[in-house]
């Protein structure tokens, strides 16, 4: 049976707050392109600079706008192979769970951990140069973890959709 220990699970939880349609549609041209001017974003949603400026940096302080970051073709910087893998781990006690999350924090091949219901515990987004690094990142790695009793892999064919927007119409 799996536990969630808050300190693990809730440490990126925030406080919701209300978003005004002006908001979303900031919130949206950010997401698109997070290095529009100022001055043309004010434009774009209809306020002038100095407000946009200050609502901007209200949402930064709020935490919903958590950071600003360049997306890079994971291709192009000889990253080709991707998997998704999914890990069970064989006991839940807080040691093992602890030890299991910073690990994988640590890891830069691993882009994305989900703790999930159903089959397995854990689901990894991991990106590699090739087969052969994924497979030294699981001898290596994973597979060394204490308590980790299942890995399954699911290589990624092709990405048929990716974003990192969130969907904020009239939320």
């Known amino acids: 049976m799996k536990q969630c220990f808050p300190e693990v ?3 990126n939880e925030m406080t919701e707050i209300a978003l ?3 908001d979303r549609t900031l919130l949206e041209l950010l997401q698109q392109d997070c290095r529009i001017p100022n001055a043309e974003l004010a434009q774009r949603v209809g306020m002038s600079p100095s407000a946009c400026w200050r609502r901007v940096k209200a949402l930064e302080q709020s935490g919903l706008i958590r950071r600003y970051a360049c997306e890079l073709d994971a291709a192009t910087a000889g990253l080709r192979f991707t998997a998704m893998v999914h890990v069970s781990l064989s006991r839940h006690d807080r040691a093992n769970v602890e030890t299991f999350v910073s690990r994988v924090l640590e890891r830069p091949e691993v882009l994305d951990c989900h703790a ?7 689901h990894l987004r991991v990106v590699c140069a090739d087969a052969d690094a994924y497979n030294r990142f699981l ?3 994973l597979f060394d973890l204490p308590g980790v009793s299942k890995v399954r892999t699911n290589l990624v064919l092709k990405q048929i959709k990716h974003t ?8």
């Not at 990192?164 to 939320?171: C, N, R, V």
């Open 9 to 11: 699970a809730m440490e």
């Open 20 to 22: 005004s349609a002006r």
């Open 116 to 122: 999930t219901t159903g089959d397995a515990d854990y």
């Open 139 to 141: 001898d290596d790695f």
């Open 164 to 171: 990192t927007a969130l969907p904020l119409a009239d939320g």
